[in-house]
């Protein structure tokens, strides 16, 4: 949890080069790697902030089972902030009040257990953790921080029961911690514990995206915030929260099985949160492989947000053992969306039509855009039914604010690749200015961060080198000598267009020989890029990654 205010997210830099013809999306195992899947359960924090105690824990562990969720798939209780008010007895061991929690921690880990569920828990990577910075129904918590601690602290929670751990912020950043190696101390004390224990605990960070953790947290932890709290404390749930927290996650190159981008806990079912915003939510979490920890009442949920919640098909989406995040691959109309998912099995794919205007309106998914050809199966997730068999594309009218969640079927394309293009003398990616969709906008050199004015799509068929979905990198004004702008142009299927991605790293033009370059092997931001004779320079080495 935060108090609200914005963070600013560092830039995406991309650890993985691969060679030049071959696009990735895995990152490196974690020496701590404890699931295969998106983290399924319900946390304290959305609906109870930290007014919890071991009834109230209790009767959303009973609700879990008895509402079905649990046969879902959700299977992780995590007690959140408020368990703890900073109290250590003379050796520095954790104390609860046992009014609030009779038997202790391992008592209400046991009886989770006893139900057939995991056991979650909480605390902060500083000394003074959030019930201290900002107390929400309990005084304020010094010493509620586990710095100093962890080794105790860790080797506590494995030995009381807990099978996941979530590790706040407040007092890390309040100290001036660095996120990466604080957060690499944790996971190594996590991993000490395991070692004793022989329990293994999914370790979340919640570090709301400082220090931009997709780029090591994959190495060090199950999953990672991306972005600040998607309800605060005294709230409502709201769409604008969900969409950005959403946008804040867009990380594909950091996501791969037992490591996730974490847009934060779900606020399906709170109160003011229509049916419609719910299966929205969803499937926004869905198609991006997020993990899936409902934050609502369970034990006063309505069937419709039973059934929301636990609907097999969009859960099978979220769940896919690929582990991919799905994509934009298309945004024809500003605010029109088209996301990505490719599920196992060959010519499998999720599609999300996301609708961010004021208006309703119609939104198309093409086949080609998902690396899919031929005719292909349109599937309604929600409903469980087949919507037909459609040759080239997908339209739907999606109404404002909301998504249209489907799976398809169809025959895998060509070959069909997204992702950043990495210069490999400047370690900057090919950019867009500002996301511009403008005819004749010039690429550039920027700090890759893993938005879509960085995500290209390469096609061995038509080879073009797309963005957004719809535009091509084009030679400009069809130019064939040295210093042609390199810019973006409406398809249109000329030569200009046309690209020979090669062995040696370099992007040939096919209607001028010419090569991709940094213009004056420059490496700096705002860096333009022209066409140039070939030669052996490294500023015309790309790295598709």
Request: overall charge neutral.
């Amino acid at each position: 949890m935060i108090d609200g205010r914005g963070l600013i997210r560092g830039a995406l830099v991309l650890a993985l080069v691969i060679a030049a013809t071959t696009w990735g999306t895995a990152a490196a195992a974690a020496p701590n790697n404890v699931v295969s899947t998106p983290p399924m359960g319900w946390a304290s924090w959305n609906t109870f902030a930290a007014k919890i105690n071991y009834n109230v824990i209790k009767q959303q562990v009973d609700a879990l089972v008895s509402t079905g969720l649990k046969d879902a798939g959700y299977q992780y209780v995590n007690i959140d902030e408020g368990w703890w008010q900073g109290t250590r007895d003379a050796a520095g061991n954790i104390t609860v009040d046992t009014a609030e929690w009779p038997g202790g921690m391992a008592a209400i880990a046991a009886y989770i257990h006893g139900k057939g569920l995991k056991a979650g828990i909480y605390t902060d990577a500083g000394r003074d953790g959030c019930g201290y910075y900002y107390p929400t129904g309990r005084p304020a918590a010094p010493g509620s921080g586990s710095e100093g601690h962890y080794d105790q602290d860790f080797l506590q929670f494995s030995r009381w029961g807990f099978d996941f751990v979530k590790v706040d912020w407040c007092g890390g950043h309040a100290e001036g911690l660095n996120p990466q190696t604080t957060y690499t101390a944790i996971s190594d004390s996590i991993a000490r514990a395991t070692a004793q224990t022989g329990r293994p605990m999914a370790f979340s960070i919640c570090s709301w995206g400082e220090g931009s953790p997709w780029n090591w947290a994959p190495g060090v932890s199950t999953m990672w915030r991306t972005s600040t709290d998607i309800i605060f404390y005294g709230n409502t749930a709201s769409m604008d929260n969900v969409l950005a927290n959403f946008d804040s996650a867009q990380h594909p190159t950091a996501q791969s099985p037992g490591h996730y981008n974490d847009p934060d806990m779900l606020i399906a079912g709170m109160p003011n949160f229509s049916a419609a915003q719910n299966r929205t939510h969803l499937g926004l979490w869905a198609i991006s492989g997020a993990p899936l920890l409902a934050g609502n009442n369970l034990a006063t949920m309505s069937a419709e947000t039973r059934a929301i919640l636990t609907n097999r098909e969009v859960i099978a989406v979220d769940q896919d053992p690929l582990g991919r995040q799905g994509h934009k691959v298309a945004e024809d109309t500003t605010g029109l969306q088209v996301y990505s998912k490719t599920l196992s099995g060959t010519g499998k794919r999720a599609v999300l039509l996301l609708n961010r205007t004021g208006a309703t309106a119609n939104i198309t998914a093409r086949w080609a855009s998902m690396g899919l050809t031929g005719s292909v199966v349109v599937r309604d997730p929600w409903a469980g039914s087949n919507l037909g068999s459609f040759a080239t594309s997908y339209t739907a009218s999606v109404p404002s604010k909301q998504a249209v969640l489907l799976t398809v079927s169809g025959t895998e394309g060509p070959t069909l690749r997204t992702g950043p293009i990495v210069g490999a003398q400047s370690s900057r990616c090919l950019d867009i200015n500002n996301s511009s969709t403008a005819n004749g906008t010039q690429a550039q050199l920027w700090d890759c961060n893993g938005q879509t004015n960085q995500r290209w799509t390469w096609s061995s068929t038509d080879r073009t080198i797309k963005i957004y979905g719809n535009k091509c990198l084009d030679a400009y004004n069809n130019g064939t000598v040295n210093g042609t702008a390199v810019a973006i142009w409406d398809c249109n299927g000329q030569t200009n267009q046309q690209w020979t991605v090669t062995t040696d790293g370099t992007i040939r033009g096919v209607q001028s020989g010419l090569c991709v370059d940094a213009a004056n092997a420059a490496t700096a931001n705002t860096t333009k890029i022209v066409l140039w004779a070939c030669g052996s320079a490294t500023n015309q080495k790309w790295t598709l990654t």
